[in-house]
Structures are given as C-alpha cells and as structure tokens.
C-alpha cells in the first residue's frame, strides 16, 4: 500500500520517496502527496525529481487494481526510472488549490440545496452538482446564500467512522451515484462546522473562507426531475457541454 500523505495533510506539497514500480501501467511509490482520480476530483499532476537533476511529468494519478495501489501515470517515456530510485514527488499546488477550493465549495451547495445529489465533478476552476429536483430553484437566491455561508469561515474538520456506523445512519450520504469508498473498514466524514456532514475521500480546504469568489453561472433543466447547477472561480474556462 502505497502512504497517503495527502490524506492527513491536503496542504502538503512534496515529499521524499522511494519507487516501488514503474512499467507501462504507472509509477508506483511508497508515499505520496498526489490524490488519484477518485469521487468526482481529479488526479493530481506534478513531477517526480532526482537529486541528479532529471524530471519525469505526471500527467495524471489514479488508483491501481489492488486496493491501497496508486499509480502516477508519466506524461513521457522514462525507462531510467527503477524500483529503488529516492524521488521527491511535487504536485502542481495552484492546481490542487483550485481543486480544494471547489470540492469543499460543492459540499457547502449541497448544504444550500437540499436534495440528493445525483451526479457531479469537481473542475479545474469549475464544478457542478445535479440535484433530484422537480423546478429549477432561483440563481440569485442560491448564489447569495453560497456567498453567505462562505462568509462565515467556518472549519473544516475530519473523523472516521466504520462500515457499520455509515450503514446505521445512511442520512449522512448525499451522493445517490456515487458512494463512500469501503473495503478497508473505516469511512472519513468531512464535517464543516455547523452546516454539513457527509463522507467524502477527496482534499478539502481547512476553513471554507478560502473557497473566496465564486458564481454559479447557470442552472440546467436536465429532466423532468434533475437539476444542474454549475459553478466557476474567477477567469475559469470550463469544457464545452
């Protein structure tokens, strides 16, 4: 299993590390700050750097075929990287920061629409939520409470529960597609203080006054009962469709 320094500190931004692996599926390390692709949110990019100078791009992380496997996937060839190689793993902060920003900004909108959540992503700068909803609610109204509780710069915090506690209280899942990882026996619950509580894997923000401007930019009638409301930061270019 590969040490998710990410998961005990999202604001970590490099560490030491020793490869593991590196073949045609991944580089495989011992520890890492790289978050794989996972819950809606992004894998990492960034490099891995030798004491000698040479670089390889990670172009992307995602999660192995075994559970605790992470894999960084190489943006070129590399054979000179061998198992055994000291690395310092960096990820691309600003871009992790950006993805901190709107994951914790998403789980404040769940908080503001009420209603399970049938899809959603987290974006470079952008993101969205589809809501089961039967009529579309008002921009403005929902803006201007987003903006409120951010306001409030409440913290964010985390505790772990196990299989057993999630499935005695399945109110505290909002997500109706996607569902808390199992498997190892212990779920972690993101709880922003006073106004959400759900499991959720990805890195998050310490206070939700770091989330800073935001606009939802529209909200989609996407049948007769789903709802999609996107968000962007500042200069953000979202993906067509």
Known sequence: MTEEIFRADAYARACEATVLAADERGVKLDRTVFYPLGGGQPGDIGVLRLDDGRELHIAGTHKGATPGEILHLPAEAAAWLQPGMRVTAEIDWERRYRLMRMH???????????????????????????????????????NAKLRELIARDAPVSFRWITDAEL????????????????????????????????????????????????????????GRQNRRVRLEFPGAVPPAG
């Open 104 to 142: 914790t900004c998403l789980h404040l909108l769940s908080a503001v629409i009420v209603a399970p959540v049938t899809g959603g992503q987290v974006g470079d700068g952008y993101g969205r939520l589809d809501f089961d909803l039967p009529e579309t609610p008002d921009t403005d109204e929902v």
């Open 167 to 222: 499935d005695a209280h399945p109110e505290l899942v909002k997500t109706m597609s996607v569902h808390p990882p199992r498997g190892v026996g212990r779920i972690r619950l993101v709880n922003i203080e006073g106004i959400d509580l759900q499991p959720c894997g990805g890195t998050h923000l310490a206070r939700i006054g770091e989330i800073g401007t935001v606009s939802i930019t529209k909200i989609e009638k996407k």
